[in-house]
DNA sequence: GTTGAGCGTT
């Protein structure tokens, strides 16, 4: 087998990587190693230019026919960072650079479980051993004084909040608890998912990362199994999904469409009372995942934060969702369109409503091999701007729901609540969870991106298990990379030091269920012809 | 003076 030795940037040390019989790399390999990447260049030693790798389907091709990749050391091409307005003027900083910090902005954590007598001088004391620390503060009786027994922190650097909020806290001799707040205002959010409309069964993963690549950087793809006729390709930059949102794109001679596939948390949301953490930087490595004491989810290289690591619920590598597609069909034949009416999904029945049309026009775009770098274009629509929020200059909350938050999911001890049960009963499953060989946690994290988990708990139930989520995630335990205790959803009632609660999902909340009144209103804005789409759509986000 | 799940008089 041939190898070729990549690395994420010129001069980095190389990881060898695995082509194919055929000689040709799997982009699913490189980005299997290198999340977010899309393509490969290499310095050509007589030239001493760097040349580009060709790249089609998926596939990159070694520069040689006769050689194959020979002995150059390859190194990542990463998509085009969009033109940003204010965030460019970073020195001493690479492109990528800048767009990791524009993407892994801080926010306020909340502190929770506070002793009385923690004040905000102690409280900032006790951080900033894990980072500069910006924001400090208790919360107090107006009248008395008296702490509330929580509070809020703000720190200056991604790494540092990323550690403090996979780890525990003993303040001042008690147990504390710090979670990105589920602050009322904080829950709208730049929804980076698109809807992928009209897909033929053909058009895998690796199809649509690559295709669209193009505009993004994709961190996630998702394709319902069985077959369902369309997808979901998440982008790290909202604005790229934003702006693709309402076009026709051309992907392996189909046409496909794209619409906006926000779910429908917000009336979840509204109705339970509880706010997902769908904000700004909480996409990313939280809290609940990563129960090691000291242990770094990102140690120093944001960068593989990006792309498949969104979903590893211990920062490994390898947990992507999509991987499991990855190397599959790729280059299966049975290209073509038309014809396939895909259980009544296909044709017509994708149009949006239009409120999310925002990129000016639906301008059909043919699949060329240029590089689109689209420019940002959502704002004036639904997407709140919550600016500024300590003063960091404008940032907005996104939509990353690449790192699941069970707590937000809707787990709970108990599995999906009593009161939903029977809501899916003729719903079809759309995934069926013992087909994904994967982390159970990734699971999680997909089912939470489309809020998917009560249908699932549920169908799991009726179908095979019998038991709930939990039982699910046990009997799963093997997959649980290294089984070290996950505590997903946090430390609820558990303050002694000895017993983190490790495993517990308190939360009781059903947000991310199918509730009776959210059938057939699915927040979905695409309208189908089809009787049973709606059920299936409301069902889905 | 008490208390121990929560979500911020900005």
Known sequence: MDFVQVSEEEGDEPIELPAEEDGTLLLSTLQAQFPGSCGLKY????????????????????????SGWGEYLY??????????????????????????????????????????????????????????VLMAQIKKDGKSGQSKGFGFVRF?????????????????????????PNSKGMGHQVPCKVFVGRCTEDINSDDLREYFSKFGEVTDVFIPRPFRAFSFVTFLDPDVAQSLCGEDHIIKGVSVHVSNAAPKAEQNRNQQGQSYNYNSANGFGMPAY?????????????????????????????????????????????????????????????????????????????????????????????????????????????????????????????????????????NPSMLNLNSLPINPALVAAALNQWSLVGNQLQNQNQDQQGGNFLSWMAQNGGHNANNNNSNFGGRKGSNNPNNPGAGGINKADNSGCNDPQQNGNSGWSNQSSGSQNSVEKSNFL
């Open 43 to 66: 310095r050509n030693m007589d030239t001493k230019a760097v040349r580009g790798v060709r790249s089609n389907e998926g596939r990159l091709f070694p520069p040689s026919v006769d």
């Open 75 to 132: 190194f990542c091409v990463f998509p085009k960072e969009n033109k940003r307005k204010s965030d460019d003027n970073l020195e001493n900083s690479t492109a990528k650079t800048k767009r990791i910090e524009t993407r892994l902005r801080c926010t306020d954590l909340i502190v929770l479980g506070l002793p009385w007598k923690t004040t905000e001088e102690s409280l900032r004391e006790y951080f900033e051993s894990y980072g500069e």
């Open 156 to 180: 200056g650097s991604y790494d540092a909040q990323m550690r403090v909020l996979s780890n525990r806290h003993l303040i001042d001799g008690r147990w504390c608890e710090v979670k990105v």
């Open 290 to 426: 990563h129960p090691q004491g000291g242990s770094h989810m990102n140690p120093g290289r944001n960068g593989h934060h990006r792309g498949n690591n969104q979903h590893s619920a211990h920062g490994g590598g390898d947990n992507s969702i999509v991987a499991n597609s990855h190397g599959s069909h790729v280059g299966s034949a049975g290209y073509g369109m038309g014809g396939n009416n895909y259980g009544g999904n296909s044709g017509g029945g994708y149009h949006n409503n239009g409120s999310n049309h925002s990129s000016g026009g639906n301008v059909n775009r043919q699949d060329g091999s240029t590089t689109y770098n689209r420019q940002a274009n959502f704002h004036g629509m639904n997407q709140p701007h919550n600016g500024n929020v300590g003063g960091n200059g404008g940032w907005m909350n996104r939509g990353h729901l690449d790192m699941p938050n069970l707590q937000a999911l809707g787990i709970n001890s108990q599995g999906s609540s009593s009161s939903n049960q029977g809501q899916n009963m003729n």
